[in-house]
């Protein structure tokens, strides 16, 4: 197949107020590569897809596409009947829908009226990608993982030319993501152009042939993926030298207090109603350890129980050796324990209130909501954590649906980190995030414990984890299976104790 140009968006200009979103950028796509659109989040990636897909009108620029000079691309409409497919991170289909109405609902003007002909099309497609669902099966009932399949089908489904997966992979396990890869691959070989946002570089140096650079809405640069090292990738994104991301932990103290040994929770034989077996589980003062296993290990669903966001069947609790009694939330909230949870979309972040406004919620919860703060108060709290964390916002009143993933994440730790907790639970904190802002959380994280906070840390990144943890617990099957400290804290442990048991 030749390599011809399939896409071309040249000096795209887009300007929210207080933001210049997209200055001056260029994007090239050939037809049958795998293209990495890659930046920290704020650079523009987003933005410059929306505008590709009609979710954004440009202010200035041109947008050509498979010899077609200058096209207009007003709505997402537009941009599917150009040809133009878009999987986003955050899974856009109805729940309460079937599989199948999800992978044709609004595909032509005419209503649907072959219903057996769409559930047998439909099965067909599920077959070939290989993906665990029936036609006729509610979408709500199929995890995270298979829904993000399902949307990726309807995509291709769609005799696309550009097909844009932006954090395809972000809810997939191994083999999902090599069964995805496998796709891409195909698709390739038969001149679709597609574009690929991720923020995990292994995957990146597997799949893709180029890579486009973006920080701070403006081009860095184009580049063969032979041509460019990661650490030279990262250096790009981020604007500055890094030689080696692995060394975060080496430079950081632990937490030496006289109560370091101290165990500020404890729970014994603890389990729920989300299907976890019952477990033992401490964490001492200043320490940083974690839950680590494969997807639906369980290991969402053991920190949950620890916080009562799921209900709690049976167990005992101490924290500094006295026994209390959590059942729900907001014990846990008054107990000193806070929590980040996996899903910042819909257990996060109120996208309709503002930065500030988020920020305040759970020391405003635990007030009590008759005694709100004065205005002068609640931005004196957000605009303290606006700097110490430094998160990209036009104001403090800003609505928080309108800030970058990464941003977004700082804006629900900002609100925990103002609780001033003993005990912190941070579930996926770096997913579908940039390289920066990982880093930063990291530092962050190791700052926080050697201050004496006490850290749960749980990342589907295993280097992450072995960065930032001194002890993991290791779940397989929604039960503990070992747990590793010292010299078996390593990549190849977690493995042979997931595969091995005990």
């Known amino acids: 197949m030749e390599n011809t140009t399939l896409l071309e968006m040249r000096s795209i200009d887009k300007s ?62 537009d941009a599917q009947n150009l040809g133009i497919s878009t999987v986003y991170q955050e899974i856009t289909l109805c729940p309460n829908l079937t599989v199948a109405e999800n992978m ?30 029936r036609a006729t099966q509610q979408l709500g009932t199929c995890s995270i993982a298979v829904q993000q399949m399902v949307a990726i089908a309807r995509a291709v489904d769609m005799d696309c030319k550009v097909l844009i997966l932006d954090e395809p992979t972000s809810s997939l396990d191994e083999q999902e993501v090599e069964k995805l890869f496998g796709l891409m691959r ?9 574009i690929f946002v991720t923020h995990f570089l292994d ?32 250096s ?30 404890e729970a014994t034989q603890l389990w729920s109603d989300a299907g976890i077996k019952p477990f033992d589980f401490h964490i001492r003062k200043g320490e940083v350890n974690g839950f680590t296993g494969l997807l639906g290990s369980g290991r969402s669903e053991s920190v949950r129980a620890i916080f009562g966001a799921d209900r709690v069947l049976g167990g005992i609790v101490r924290m500094h050796g006295r026994q ?45 909501f008759f005694k709100p703060f004065t205005k002068a108060q609640a931005y004196a709290f957000a605009d303290e954590y606006i700097k110490k964390l430094n998160i990209k916002t036009a104001s403090a009143d800003t609505p928080v649906k309108s800030l970058s ?44 414990a050697k201050d004496g906070m006490s850290i749960t840390f749980i990342s589907s990144e295993t280097d992450e984890m072995l960065r930032t943890c001194s002890r993991l617990i290791v779940m397989r099957d929604r039960k503990v299976v070992g747990e590793l400290s010292g010299e078996d804290l390593t990549q190849s442990m977690i493995m042979s104790t997931i595969a091995g048991g005990e």
């Open 324 to 368: 209390v009694h959590i059942r729900g939330p907001k014990d846990a909230m008054k107990n000193g324990i806070a929590y980040l949870p996996e899903d910042r979309k819909i257990d996060g972040i109120i996208g309709d209130l503002s930065v500030r406004e988020n920020i305040i919620l759970a020391l405003q919860v635990m007030k009590g």
């Open 104 to 133: 044709y609902i609004g595909r032509g003007k005419k209503p649907i009226t072959n219903w057996r002909k769409m559930n047998s099309d439909a099965d067909k497609i599920l077959r070939k990608l290989d993906i665990p669902a």
């Open 203 to 234: 995957q990146v140096y597997e799949v893709c042939d180029r890579i486009t650079v973006l920080r701070d809405g403006q081009l860095v640069g184009e580049y063969e993926i032979k041509d460019l090292p990661r650490v030279q990738l990262v």
């Open 236 to 265: 790009k994104m981020l604007g500055k030298e890094m030689d080696d991301l692995s060394d975060i932990k080496s430079d950081q103290d632990a937490y030496l207090g006289e109560d370091a040994d101290e165990p500020v929770y």
């Open 405 to 448: 993933g990464g941003n977004q994440q700082k804006v629900i730790l900002a609100r925990w980190l103002l609780m001033h907790p003993e005990y912190l639970i941070l579930d996926e904190p770096t997913r579908g995030i940039d390289v920066g802002t990982k880093i930063d959380i990291q530092k962050l994280v190791l700052e926080l």
């Open 16 to 77: 929210f107020p207080g933001v210049h979103a997209l200055q001056n950028v260029d994007f090239t796509l050939r037809s049958g590569e795998i293209h990495a659109l890659m930046g920290e989040n704020g650079a523009g990636k987003s933005t410059l897809i929306k505008v590709l897909t009609g979710v954004y009108s440009k202010d200035q620029g041109v947008i050509n596409l498979d010899g077609r000079f200058d096209v207009k691309i007003h709505s997402p409409q």
């Open 186 to 194: 195909d698709l390739k070989a038969t001149g679709v152009g597609i």
